[in-house]
């Protein structure tokens, strides 16, 4: 037999320790010891103090027909609302210690406890109710009530009249009860079930559930009062302290010198991460300074609610197939809109994309869009992720414009924007461009030194990095700096040779991996080669030109916000900037393909920190608010 | 009649079982909560939360019932299969306090299905599917651990819905499905009142554990969205990807689930398992990169502390240690290495000095274990996650549910399934079921009808 004990309350309270089991209306046979729940001896950590913390709403505490103590039909929520509950469900014949007898003998400890505090004591109502209506009379708990009630307090023996009308109570509270039968079917007279004890506020809301583990005088009665302060305190001020606006761009899970012995976190809380929306069609009146005016094409003119709707499609994760996954996944707003987490992407499942996630920064001015130049608008180019399959997974346009269309909230703006039209394939492009297209951001300090005339607003290295730049390093071969404007990309196609070495270099038998803060091991590749796919090939500018010469070309990128986007070079491959100088110090990576432009540039390790010093005053001014803008944006989860 | 003395003494065990001396014969897996309603005797099934594949079967998600009890004449055969819709990463799972409802998390569209598995334990049915945990948290993404407290559900992320990366949360709900609250996990810039012991507060997060008696919770911290999902070998490559693994343990306060103390532990530490003596207050954890098992413990100053106690196999190897299970007395850390297979019994009498003590290999890969409450008997599944699972092996032996006994020397195994084979797909998390818990009797073998090979 298990273990089984019949004890009356009384009798209870003058247990401690271990207990045996004890024979009473049933002979039981001799049980192993039992130790008492917690409840009934001292409590092996100090409780939390009573309004150092909150107890949140558990939900609604239901309501039924029950007998109260004189055996009037009444509805249970009678007693709720005035007083602060703590609820317990129980059967007078319960023979396990550590079920209901200790949900009385931890409501009548609560007594002692509030006993000299008449205040509180007021606002406390303690419900046994029964579960077993059968035994369990309103006359069988009358009796049973007069061993536990202290003077003052108000404690009420419920029961009810029948098991159909108290099992949707029990199953409104979660309280599965089983009615126990022996081996012939007969019902044994015992119940088993899970102890449970509910604290009930005012507002008839559980606040906490309590079981034989949990259940303590100590932990009640700070419960208790800690309701009772909580509702003290709505009537004050609920004044908070200002927190300091936060940093916003930059990853806030900083992994800067994670390869040192010396490297701590600065994690930033998402709780914090929070924005407002701002006025993004200022840069057609207003470009940036250090940049052209904002190509618009005729056919797709700003408006604000079209970037406003063509913002919400950025940041809504249901435009992908499996709702899990928008476009600001991989071009997330304060990583530089794009990914610093990743070298490469990962798409909707998980699935391998090739390539870095570009920025999205100044995207209207280039001329040729993706790594490999394959779009030329940025109209076209959203179909390009909606659709693959290893990005966002669309099976097909039609999909995506249906999906939107079965969106109320959607509708009502395309019909709005598009004056009467609903989604299609054109129109979804043209709100997406849209917002993309006004997401420019310069009047850099670099800016304010060249095209504002302001000799303060670059340091000195950073000036020295500029000269470099243009001169011995000769980056600006590529990354043009015009007269009036710089955009720091010539537009073409390149060979650096990152793209060669990745499809041509053997794989290494031994990688050294970084597994946590300054702890790298040699991985056994053959350990992992079950576990990893076939890697696939990327052959650059080839895929799209179909010619061997363009074997590894890949765009120019700009530079602009260029501290903002690692890592680096088209695959990522590249984590600083530091590194990224150093790969064109020697001359890129050599193949027969390598473009003329690249050559060893015999920098100082000091030239070097100036040409970095100089990438690093690329930071656009307006950053800031147009990531705060990008955090006010919906991301479309399911509610 | 012992389906009833089971169910009954099941239901005082649930509230006595964290104090009780280690010499009850109870049987049950022992990783779950401590006051959850338990087994007695012989479970009769194991649910297996399956992962979906493109290309094995109808490609979904289920729950695959699998018949355990030796005196069935369906016994080691899959009994019933659930598809739930989609491929959701199918994860972890874990049941209510009163043991009526199985929680089971999608690690990748963050969905939560509800099994009611106490109406028909042969047969669990789909409940409820909580499709908005993602909205209703605050941007959590990732449930992984569904680990039951009195009434409600703990349930512990492993990403959030704005850079796909570990800072996360935990996140309460009621038995019911009903959203609670949302815990943030402490970082930096908020650590909610913890300690930072030491250099790190990274925010992530991935199990929990609790020890009521000393009023703590224990959450430890892997990796985001981002890196669960993708391929293992472009991840291990990515030197990106591999700086955003977890770095820590946390204590926190299980009454007011306040954090209290933020420990280092390097290297991705996973599952936590906290020892059931009634005054050893320490847990188990280990670490999936770094291939330490790492001791959580309260000193004699009553401050909890981390310490790294024990290598586990060749770190150059990557054998990722997974699951692990500790023995009933405290005495056995059951601890697996996913990349070659094999379950590991480490010694654990001296907590401070795991022993290794025995070796065998399960299959090309391993994964989850659970034991019965007396260690008589252990079950294993292969699979990990769905883009870090071997594609191909020498031996074949990838994707499988195992059972075995244990005799204190030797694993023996008793049957096996390939999930493959049979078309049902990964699998993965287990927990136990039984008539015994629901005042049910086991039917007639006759009556019970094994599903359709699919």
Not at chain 1, 615 to 625: E, H, K, Q
Not at chain 2, 30 to 52: H, N, R
């Given at each position: 037999?298990?273990?089984?004990?019949?004890?009356?309350?009384?009798?209870?309270?003058?247990?401690?320790?271990?207990?045996?089991?004890?024979?009473?209306?049933?002979?039981?046979?001799?049980?192993?010891?039992?130790?008492?729940?917690?409840?009934?001896?001292?409590?092996?950590?100090?409780?939390?103090?009573?309004?150092?913390?909150?107890?949140?709403?558990?939900?609604?505490?239901?309501?039924?027909?029950?007998?109260?103590?004189?055996?009037?039909?009444?509805?249970?929520?009678?007693?709720?609302?005035?007083?602060?509950?703590?609820?317990?469900?129980?059967?007078?014949?319960?023979?396990?210690?550590?079920?209901?007898?200790?949900?009385?003998?931890?409501?009548?400890?609560?007594?002692?406890?509030?006993?000299?505090?008449?205040?509180?004591?007021?606002?406390?109502?303690?419900?046994?109710?029964?579960?077993?209506?059968?035994?369990?009379?309103?006359?069988?708990?009358?009796?049973?009530?007069?061993?536990?009630?202290?003077?003052?307090?108000?404690?009420?023996?419920?029961?009810?009249?029948?098991?159909?009308?108290?099992?949707?109570?029990?199953?409104?509270?979660?309280?599965?009860?089983?009615?126990?039968?022996?081996?012939?079917?007969?019902?044994?007279?015992?119940?088993?079930?899970?102890?449970?004890?509910?604290?009930?506020?005012?507002?008839?809301?559980?606040?906490?559930?309590?079981?034989?583990?949990?259940?303590?005088?100590?932990?009640?009665?700070?419960?208790?009062?800690?309701?009772?302060?909580?509702?003290?305190?709505?009537?004050?001020?609920?004044?908070?302290?200002?927190?300091?606006?936060?940093?916003?761009?930059?990853?806030?899970?900083?992994?800067?010198?994670?390869?040192?012995?010396?490297?701590?976190?600065?994690?930033?809380?998402?709780?914090?991460?929070?924005?407002?929306?701002?006025?993004?069609?200022?840069?057609?009146?207003?470009?940036?300074?250090?940049?052209?005016?904002?190509?618009?094409?005729?056919?797709?003119?700003?408006?604000?609610?079209?970037?406003?709707?063509?913002?919400?499609?950025?940041?809504?994760?249901?435009?992908?197939?499996?709702?899990?996954?928008?476009?600001?996944?991989?071009?997330?707003?304060?990583?530089?809109?794009?990914?610093?987490?990743?070298?490469?992407?990962?798409?909707?499942?998980?699935?391998?994309?090739?390539?870095?996630?570009?920025?999205?920064?100044?995207?209207?001015?280039?001329?040729?869009?993706?790594?490999?130049?394959?779009?030329?608008?940025?109209?076209?180019?959203?179909?390009?992720?909606?659709?693959?399959?290893?990005?966002?997974?669309?099976?097909?346009?039609?999909?995506?414009?249906?999906?939107?269309?079965?969106?109320?909230?959607?509708?009502?703006?395309?019909?709005?924007?598009?004056?009467?039209?609903?989604?299609?394939?054109?129109?979804?492009?043209?709100?997406?461009?849209?917002?993309?297209?006004?997401?420019?951001?310069?009047?850099?300090?670099?800016?304010?030194?060249?095209?504002?005339?302001?000799?303060?607003?670059?340091?000195?290295?950073?000036?020295?990095?500029?000269?470099?730049?243009?001169?011995?390093?000769?980056?600006?071969?590529?990354?043009?700096?015009?007269?009036?404007?710089?955009?720091?990309?010539?537009?073409?196609?390149?060979?650096?040779?990152?793209?060669?070495?990745?499809?041509?270099?053997?794989?290494?038998?031994?990688?050294?991996?970084?597994?946590?803060?300054?702890?790298?091991?040699?991985?056994?590749?053959?350990?992992?080669?079950?576990?990893?796919?076939?890697?696939?090939?990327?052959?650059?500018?080839?895929?799209?030109?179909?010619?061997?010469?363009?074997?590894?070309?890949y765009r120019t990128p700009g530079l602009r916000n260029i501290q903002l986007t690692?890592?680096?070079?088209?695959?990522?491959?590249?984590?600083?900037?530091?590194?990224?100088?150093?790969?064109?110090?020697?001359?890129?990576?050599?193949?027969?393909?390598?473009?003329?432009?690249?050559?060893?540039?015999?920098?100082?390790?000091?030239?070097?920190?100036?040409?970095?010093?100089?990438?690093?005053?690329?930071?656009?001014?307006?950053?800031?608010?147009?990531?705060?803008?990008?955090?006010?944006?919906?991301?479309?989860?399911?509610? | 009649?012992?389906?009833?003395?089971?169910?009954?003494?099941?239901?005082?065990?649930?509230?006595?079982?964290?104090?009780?001396?280690?010499?009850?014969?109870?049987?049950?897996?022992?990783?779950?909560?401590?006051?959850?309603?338990?087994?007695?005797?012989?479970?009769?099934?194991?649910?297996?939360?399956?992962?979906?594949?493109?290309?094995?079967?109808?490609?979904?998600?289920?729950l695959v019932t699998v018949d355990v009890n030796p005196n069935s004449k369906n016994?080691?055969?899959?009994?019933?299969?659930?598809?739930?819709?989609?491929?959701?990463?199918?994860?972890?799972?874990?049941?209510?306090?009163?043991?009526?409802?199985?929680?089971?998390?999608?690690?990748?569209?963050?969905?939560?299905?509800?099994?009611?598995?106490?109406?028909?334990?042969?047969?669990?049915?789909?409940?409820?599917?909580?499709?908005?945990?993602?909205?209703?948290?605050?941007?959590?993404?990732?449930?992984?651990?569904?680990?039951?407290?009195?009434?409600?559900?703990?349930?512990?992320?492993?990403?959030?819905?704005?850079?796909?990366?570990?800072?996360?949360?935990?996140?309460?709900?009621?038995?019911?499905?009903?959203?609670?609250?949302?815990?943030?996990?402490?970082?930096?810039?908020?650590?909610?009142?913890?300690?930072?012991?030491?250099?790190?507060?990274?925010?992530?997060?991935?199990?929990?554990?609790?020890?009521?008696?000393?009023?703590?919770?224990?959450?430890?911290?892997?990796?985001?969205?981002?890196?669960?999902?993708?391929?293992?070998?472009?991840?291990?490559?990515?030197?990106?990807?591999?700086?955003?693994?977890?770095?820590?343990?946390?204590?926190?306060?299980?009454?007011?689930?306040?954090?209290?103390?933020?420990?280092?532990?390097?290297?991705?530490?996973?599952?936590?398992?906290?020892?059931?003596?009634?005054?050893?207050?320490?847990?188990?954890?280990?670490?999936?990169?770094?291939?330490?098992?790492?001791?959580?413990?309260?000193?004699?100053?009553?401050?909890?502390?981390?310490?790294?106690?024990?290598?586990?196999?060749?770190?150059?190897?990557?054998?990722?240690?997974?699951?692990?299970?500790?023995?009933?007395?405290?005495?056995?850390?059951?601890?697996?290495?996913?990349?070659?297979?094999?379950?590991?019994?480490?010694?654990?009498?001296?907590?401070?000095?795991?022993?290794?003590?025995?070796?065998?290999?399960?299959?090309?890969?391993?994964?989850?274990?659970?034991?019965?409450?007396?260690?008589?008997?252990?079950?294993?599944?292969?699979?990990?996650?769905?883009?870090?699972?071997?594609?191909?092996?020498?031996?074949?032996?990838?994707?499988?549910?195992?059972?075995?006994?244990?005799?204190?020397?030797?694993?023996?195994?008793?049957?096996?399934?390939?999930?493959?084979?049979?078309?049902?797909?990964?699998?993965?998390?287990?927990?136990?079921?039984?008539?015994?818990?629901?005042?049910?009797?086991?039917?007639?073998?006759?009556?019970?009808?094994?599903?359709?090979?699919?």
């Open positions: 037999m298990p273990v089984a004990l019949c004890v009356t309350g009384i009798f209870l309270f003058s247990l401690a320790g271990t207990v045996f089991a004890h024979s009473g209306h049933n002979k039981k046979p001799e049980q192993p010891p039992q130790v008492l729940a917690p409840g009934y001896q001292s409590l092996n950590f100090t409780a939390p103090k009573a309004g150092s913390y909150t107890l949140p709403q558990l939900g609604p505490a239901s309501d039924g027909n029950i007998l109260d103590m004189q055996g009037k039909s009444v509805r249970l929520h009678q007693f709720f609302g005035d007083k602060y509950l703590v609820l317990s469900f129980i059967y007078t014949q319960c023979d396990d210690v550590n079920g209901c007898p200790l949900a009385t003998y931890v409501s009548s400890q609560v007594q002692n406890r509030l006993a000299a505090e008449p205040l509180l004591r007021d606002k406390i109502r303690f419900i046994s109710m029964s579960f077993d209506p059968a035994n369990d009379t309103p006359a069988v708990m009358r009796d049973y009530a007069k061993n536990f009630v202290k003077k003052g307090f108000d404690w009420q023996f419920l029961t009810s009249t029948s098991e159909s009308e108290l099992d949707p109570l029990l199953a409104a509270y979660g309280q599965s009860i089983l009615r126990d039968v022996d081996e012939n079917g007969d019902t044994t007279g015992t119940i088993s079930h899970i102890l449970r004890v509910f604290l009930i506020d005012t507002d008839k809301q559980i606040r906490n559930i309590y079981n034989t583990s949990f259940l303590h005088p100590d932990t009640v009665v700070n419960d208790i009062k800690t309701l009772a302060m909580s509702a003290a305190s709505k009537t004050t001020s609920g004044l908070s302290t200002p927190s300091p606006e936060p940093r916003l761009h930059g990853a806030g899970d900083y992994k800067q010198g994670y390869a040192n012995k010396s490297y701590v976190t600065q994690a930033q809380s998402l709780q914090s991460r929070s924005g407002h929306e701002a006025d993004l069609l200022q840069v057609i009146s207003q470009t940036p300074l250090g940049l052209p005016a904002v190509p618009v094409p005729a056919e797709n003119p700003l408006s604000k609610e079209k970037v406003r709707l063509g913002r919400q499609l950025f940041y809504d994760r249901r435009l992908s197939h499996n709702n899990t996954f928008s476009c600001a996944m991989c071009h997330i707003p304060e990583q530089g809109f794009t990914s610093n987490e990743l070298a490469t992407a990962v798409g909707v499942e998980g699935r391998t994309v090739r390539r870095n996630a570009p920025t999205i920064y100044n995207a209207v001015y280039a001329k040729r869009l993706f790594h490999d130049a394959r779009e030329t608008s940025l109209e076209q180019q959203i179909w390009g992720p909606l659709l693959a399959h290893n990005e966002m997974a669309n099976p097909s346009v039609g999909q995506v414009i249906s999906k939107i269309n079965q969106i109320p909230d959607y509708r009502q703006q395309f019909e709005k924007v598009f004056k009467g039209q609903q989604a299609d394939i054109k129109n979804v492009g043209d709100a997406l461009a849209s917002y993309q297209r006004v997401l420019v951001s310069a009047n850099s300090d670099f800016d304010q030194w060249l095209f504002g005339k302001k000799n303060d607003a670059m340091n000195k290295d950073a000036i020295a990095g500029y000269r470099l730049f243009v001169g011995k390093a000769a980056c600006v071969s590529c990354h043009l700096i015009e007269e009036n404007h710089a955009l720091f990309t010539d537009h073409k196609l390149h060979n650096t040779g990152v793209g060669y070495a990745n499809s041509m270099s053997k794989v290494p038998v031994v990688q050294r991996v970084l597994v946590a803060p300054a702890t790298w091991i040699n991985v056994d590749t053959a350990a992992i080669a079950d576990s990893a796919e076939v890697k696939p090939g990327d052959l650059g500018y080839y895929e799209i030109s179909g010619l061997p010469e363009d074997r590894w070309k690692a890592p680096y070079m088209h695959d990522g491959s590249i984590s600083t900037l530091e590194e990224v100088v150093e790969f064109y110090n020697t001359g890129g990576i050599n193949n027969e393909l390598l473009d003329p432009l690249l050559r060893p540039l015999h920098l100082s390790a000091k030239e070097k920190q100036q040409i970095v010093a100089f990438l690093s005053s690329l930071t656009g001014s307006n950053v800031d608010s147009l990531i705060s803008d990008a955090f006010a944006a919906p991301v479309g989860n399911t509610r | 009649m012992k389906n009833i003395l089971q169910r009954l003494t099941s239901t005082l065990c649930a509230s006595v079982f964290g104090l009780l001396a280690a010499s009850a014969s109870f049987a049950d897996e022992t990783c779950m909560s401590p006051y959850m309603a338990k087994i007695v005797g012989q479970e009769d099934f194991i649910y297996v939360w399956t992962l979906g594949v493109e290309g094995v079967g109808d490609e979904q998600d289920k016994y080691g055969k899959v009994i019933n299969s659930l598809s739930v819709g989609g491929r959701n990463e199918a994860h972890h799972s874990g049941l209510t306090d009163d043991r009526r409802y199985l929680w089971a998390g999608g690690l990748d569209t963050s969905k939560i299905f509800i099994f009611n598995v106490h109406s028909d334990p042969a047969k669990p049915r789909l409940y409820k599917t909580i499709d908005n945990f993602v909205d209703k948290s605050g941007g959590v993404v990732g449930p992984h651990t569904t680990y039951a407290l009195p009434g409600r559900m703990m349930i512990s992320g492993l990403s959030n819905d704005k850079d796909h990366g570990g800072r996360t949360a935990l996140v309460e709900y009621t038995n019911g499905g009903q959203y609670i609250t949302t815990h943030w996990m402490p970082t930096d810039e908020n650590l909610g009142g913890a300690m930072k012991s030491g250099q790190f507060a990274d925010g992530y997060g991935y199990d929990v554990r609790a020890l009521p008696r000393r009023n703590v919770m224990v959450t430890s911290s892997f990796t985001g969205w981002n890196n669960y999902m993708m391929d293992l070998g472009k991840m291990m490559g990515d030197g990106e990807a591999m700086k955003r693994f977890g770095n820590t343990v946390v204590i926190w306060d299980l009454h007011t689930r306040k954090p209290k103390k933020v420990l280092d532990v390097p290297g991705a530490p996973l599952e936590i398992r906290c020892a059931w003596g009634s005054q050893n207050n320490y847990c188990f954890t280990t670490t999936a990169l770094t291939s330490k098992i790492w001791l959580i413990y309260e000193d004699k100053m009553g401050e909890w502390q981390a310490k790294a106690v024990a290598d586990i196999a060749d770190a150059s190897k990557i054998p990722l240690p997974v699951d692990i299970s500790i023995s009933a007395d405290d005495n056995t850390l059951w601890v697996d290495t996913w990349n070659d297979g094999m379950a590991r019994a480490f010694d654990v009498s001296d907590p401070f000095s795991p022993k290794e003590v025995y070796t065998k290999k399960i299959g090309a890969q391993i994964n989850m274990i659970s034991q019965s409450w007396d260690g008589s008997r252990a079950y294993f599944t292969s699979s990990l996650l769905a883009n870090w699972d071997k594609k191909k092996s020498d031996s074949g032996d990838v994707q499988y549910f195992k059972a075995y006994d244990w005799d204190g020397k030797e694993l023996k195994l008793k049957f096996a399934i390939d999930f493959v084979a049979e078309k049902l797909g990964l699998p993965h998390q287990m927990r136990f079921g039984a008539y015994s818990l629901y005042a049910q009797k086991r039917p007639q073998d006759s009556d019970v009808k094994v599903a359709a090979s699919p």
